[in-house]
């Protein structure tokens, strides 16, 4: 989805390369909603072109992708490594550095071929020690530390690498899109990578340069990407702002708002990050399956991912998004106020209280959308009233239980392992739902060779209870001057996917 947005868009700040099944805690300060989007004409002497292509980064700040801040470091370093597997714009796990792999009978033991002729940008060939030492400073990561928490061992033997499990997971390629550095040059500023470019320094400053023996054979947009430099996030928008460079990415919909002006093209990408309605299913009356599908029946998603997040997010009725295949599209229903009346009723719910819909402050798009779900609730014949608290007494609420309701935001892996949503015990299953099908149903999609039957089983099942409700997932967004780049597919973990049929324009002369 591309989009030309004009002065005063709110930008917020990039968030795009964070994994992991975690619930965000949001930055001190609070943002305002998005102001409306207006076409810009282009101008009667045509798109005002750069003479060359840069980036915001943080000098003296490392460039390690496993290391280094959010942002824009991750957004430079996004050129430099490359991981055994990619994530596609739907979400699905393609083969990188990796050739081939096989796995066990219990899908708990993977073997990993590595792709022939790979050679880091300083001309030495990639090996399986390079591969395990990253990926077992991964493991201990504060970045990836949660997602591949299932992993038990890495091991390396020649150009196959060997990973253990503590359990099944036929989805394990989708977790490891690492990047991978050169063993041994991870201390550097700028460690040793596969990627297309790759650090160089002068006295004029920092810039990437065009890997000539990158592997894939692709040509490269440009052959020199300049590197400006950007302390904070103040600093980075100014510089996009006054065209010293011509790429960022943003949460749109996330805190921390800030301005740009300018004609501004807006590519989005789907993402993991699930905003969904969490219950206490441990309270009366939401003990009740019948008054949570009732509930469920009255949210119009569509709505809100187009209206509250100005379409920067896709309706979800299942915790995995509309752009996986996984997704069971045959298992959804169209919102209506008839389908939530009869829904309802159907309930026997009989109203003795109001329900508390919890939400937090620093975030003004979720506290929109909550106040939109308790009036239509409401008006429905489930009175809920919003509590609106700060991140730290919002959690601690949670914790403690004391909520009927609440608005949640959660960045699930790319494998769609929900446990930590669903299993007892689970470090966002706030409302305490235990419920032995549906601990059987994650172990058997866990295990699943086809995934996509399990995981309509499994989503048949919260369909039928909803110890939560699903609202959409959230995209997020690459921003780049106008008319500079033409080509462009971005994915939530690399705003430079599919690098070779970008088109960058400059400046001619």
Same mark, same amino acid.
């Given at each position: 989805?591309k989009?030309? =947005?004009?002065?005063? =868009?709110?930008?917020?700040? %990039?968030? =795009?390369?964070?994994?992991?099944?975690w619930?965000?805690?949001?930055?001190?300060?609070i943002?305002?909603?998005l102001?409306?989007?207006?076409?810009?004409? &282009?101008?009667?002497e045509?798109?005002l072109?750069?003479?060359?292509?840069a980036?915001?980064?943080?000098p003296?700040?490392?460039?390690?992708p496993?290391?280094?801040?959010d942002g824009?470091?991750?957004?430079?370093a996004?050129?430099?490594?490359?991981?055994?597997f990619r994530?596609d714009?739907?979400?699905e796990?393609?083969?990188?550095?990796c050739?081939?792999?096989?796995?066990?009978d219990t899908?708990?033991?993977?073997? #990993?071929?590595l792709?022939?002729?790979v050679?880091f940008?300083?001309?030495?060939?990639?090996?399986?020690?390079d591969?395990k030492a990253?990926?077992?400073?991964?493991?201990?990561s504060?970045?990836?530390?949660?997602?591949?928490?299932?992993i038990?061992?890495?091991? *390396?033997?020649?150009?196959t690498?060997?990973?253990?499990? +503590?359990?099944?997971?036929?989805?394990?390629?989708?977790?490891?899109?690492?990047?991978?550095?050169?063993?041994?040059?991870?201390?550097? &500023?700028?460690p040793?990578?596969?990627?297309?470019y790759?650090y160089?320094?002068e006295e004029?400053?920092?810039?990437?340069?065009?890997?000539?023996? !990158?592997?894939?054979?692709?040509?490269q947009?440009?052959d020199?990407?300049?590197?400006v430099?950007?302390?904070?996030?103040d600093?980075?928008?100014?510089? #996009?702002?006054?065209?010293e460079?011509?790429?960022?990415?943003?949460?749109?919909?996330?805190?921390?708002?800030?301005?740009?002006?300018?004609s501004?093209?807006c590519?989005?990408a789907?993402?993991t990050?699930?905003?969904?309605?969490?219950? +206490?299913?441990?309270?009366?009356?939401?003990?009740?399956?019948?008054?949570r599908r &009732?509930?469920?029946?009255?949210?119009d998603? &569509?709505?809100?991912?187009s209206a #509250?997040l100005s379409?920067?997010?896709?309706?979800a009725? #299942?915790?995995?998004?509309?752009?996986?295949?996984?997704?069971?599209?045959?298992?959804?229903e169209a919102?209506s106020?008839?389908?939530?009346?009869?829904?309802?009723?159907?309930?026997?719910?009989?109203?003795?209280?109001?329900l508390t819909?919890?939400?937090?402050?620093? +975030?003004?798009?979720?506290?929109a959308?909550?106040d939109?779900?308790?009036e239509? !609730?409401?008006?429905?014949?489930?009175?809920v009233?919003v509590?609106?608290?700060?991140?730290e007494?919002?959690?601690?609420?949670?914790?403690a239980?004391?909520?009927?309701?609440?608005?949640?935001?959660?960045r =699930?892996?790319?494998? !769609?392992?929900?446990?930590?949503?669903l299993?007892?015990?689970?470090a966002?299953?706030?409302g305490? !739902?235990s419920?032995p099908?549906t601990?059987r149903?994650?172990?058997?999609f *866990?295990a699943a060779e086809?995934?996509?039957a399990?995981m309509?089983?499994?989503?048949?099942?919260?369909?039928d209870?909803?110890?939560?409700?699903?609202?959409?997932?959230?995209?997020?967004?690459?921003?780049?001057?106008?008319d500079?780049?033409?080509?462009?597919? %971005?994915?939530?973990?690399?705003?430079?996917?599919d690098?070779?049929?970008w088109?960058?324009?400059?400046?001619e002369?």
């Open positions: 989805m989009r030309r =947005l004009r002065v005063f =868009l709110a930008l917020l700040l %990039p968030a =795009l390369l964070l994994t992991g099944c619930q965000e805690e949001p930055p001190e300060e943002n305002n909603m102001p409306p989007v207006t076409e810009e004409p &282009a101008g009667e045509g798109p072109l750069p003479e060359r292509f980036l915001p980064y943080m003296g700040r490392t460039l390690d496993i290391a280094c801040a824009m470091q991750q957004v430079a996004s050129l430099m490594y490359e991981g055994l994530l714009g739907s979400l796990p393609q083969l990188g550095l050739l081939s792999y096989t796995h066990d899908a708990s033991r993977y073997t #990993f071929a792709r022939p002729g050679l940008s300083d001309g030495s060939a990639l090996t399986g020690r591969v990253a990926l077992d400073r991964a493991r201990e504060d970045r990836y530390r949660s997602r591949l928490s299932g038990t061992s890495v091991s *390396a033997n020649g150009d690498v060997t990973v253990a499990l +503590n359990g099944p997971n036929t989805g394990l390629p989708a977790l490891l899109d690492v990047p991978i550095v050169k063993s041994g040059t991870q201390d550097a &500023a700028a040793i990578g596969t990627g297309p790759f160089a320094e004029t400053g920092a810039y990437l340069v065009a890997n000539q023996s !990158w592997w894939r054979g692709e040509s947009p440009v020199r990407i300049a590197l430099e950007a302390s904070d996030a600093a980075m928008l100014y510089r #996009f702002s006054s065209h460079v011509q790429l960022i990415t943003a949460d749109l919909t996330g805190v921390q708002a800030v301005s740009t002006t300018g501004v093209d590519l989005d789907e993402s990050l699930l905003q969904y309605v969490g219950c +206490n299913t441990s309270r009366a009356p939401l003990d009740s399956p019948s008054l &009732a509930l469920s029946a009255g949210i998603r &569509a709505n809100i991912a #509250f379409g920067h997010g896709t309706a009725a #299942f915790p995995v998004s509309p752009a996986s295949s996984l997704y069971p599209a045959d298992l959804e919102y106020v008839d389908g939530f009346s009869t829904a309802l009723t159907a309930s026997g719910y009989v109203p003795e209280r109001s819909l919890l939400v937090n402050e620093e +975030n003004g798009f979720k506290r959308i909550a939109h779900l308790a239509l !609730w409401t008006q429905g014949g489930v009175p009233e509590r609106v608290l700060p991140w007494e919002y959690t601690a609420a949670l914790a239980g004391d909520f009927d309701l609440y608005y949640g935001e959660a =699930l892996s790319a494998d !769609w392992d929900l446990s930590c949503l299993a007892p015990g689970g966002l299953n706030y305490h !739902w419920d099908e601990s149903l994650l172990e058997e *866990a086809d995934r996509g399990a309509r089983d499994l989503c048949a099942r919260l369909k209870q909803m110890p939560f409700l699903p609202v959409c997932f959230k995209s997020t967004s690459v921003l780049t001057q106008a500079v780049a033409e080509g462009m597919a %971005p994915t939530a973990a690399e705003p430079f996917y690098l070779g049929k088109t960058i324009r400059l400046k002369g």
